[in-house]
């Protein structure tokens, strides 16, 4: 079982609320989380990436430190994490990613891999002219499959010819080829989302609600052929007791950010995939803490008590099968501590 953290590289991380002091991201808090997970035994951390965040009292998301840089850094500063920097494929060519990704290969001796996003607000791109306008809502896994396609030839070879339906590519040449394998990685949670994944990635991350557990549990009693490790998203609030874990649950919902929520609603409103995250992002107003609540950007939190909140994990993976979980935390440093220190050793399952 793998365990690893979700970066908090945009201002706040994961919670949009007036409940805890806002912050901006910075390169010192960043290298202090990964240096903390990697003493406490964390396997992998993935940066995000935002163009725009979406505003609100707390700035939510405003500011985004650049991925492909800061694991640069990291990678140079730690020896065991592996680090999954974030490709927002409309805004990176494959051969530029393909070089990058390369390098930070090198650097970190093969502790790489790459979160493939295809882009699902259209906000971010139109902004640099880059979002191609509606059709790109439901072509977005298309265009990920052909990036894909392009990344693949370039890292096996070193060269690519595509001529396709978004590719003129005319002998690309991209050395060094990197000398590690590169674990492709992928959040797709609609129809189509999930199809690029068995096609194309190494892992999935889901969101631990409810119905996509009971999903997994049912999927694991049938023949459906899956290509890729599942890996399960949620944030955790450990306290002294359950009822102050709830409490604190509770607060952060009762004072949410509803301008920066209802931005971010706003954006995922036009998204025409349906099936994905947008649909769920748009009906997580009134949400349980477990069902993903708006104002924990709908990831499900895991809450109470050390003890409590390891039977939880363990009841997780001992139903669905996964292979790992990804936590996001109010406060990444302590709370990857206490994970550590006293959510770790009570887990069968770890
Ligand atoms: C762990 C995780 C990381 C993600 N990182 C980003 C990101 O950095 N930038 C982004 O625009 N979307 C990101 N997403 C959104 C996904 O790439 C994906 O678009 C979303 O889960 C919706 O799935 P769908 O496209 O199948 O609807 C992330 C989602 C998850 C669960």
Redesign the pocket.
Known sequence: MKFGV?LPNGSNGYVLTEALKPYVPSYEHQKAIALEAEKQGLSFA?????FKGFGGATGYWDHCLE?FTLIGALSAVTQTLQFIP?V?LLALHPAYTARMIATLSNISNGRIGL???????SA?YSQMGLWPGKGFYDA??DYAAEYMAVLKDLWRTGRCNRKSKYWDLDDCHCLPQPEHPIPIV?????????E?CNEYADQR???GHPDVLDELEQQRGTSAQINYGTYV?MHLIVEETDKKAKRIGDEIIKKADTAAISNMMSSAQL?T?R?????KTVLSLGKSLEEGNSAFNI?PVAHGSAKTVAMKLDEIAERTGVDGF?FSWNDFESGIRTFGQEVLPRMSCS
């Open positions: 979700f993935l940066p995000m990436i935002k991925p974030t927002a979160n493939v996003v295809t882009g699902w607000n971010e977005r896994y992928s959040a797709g949670q609609s129809p189509a989302g999930i690029f991350f889901v969101f998203l998204d995939n099936g994905g995250t947008s649909e990831i990804m």
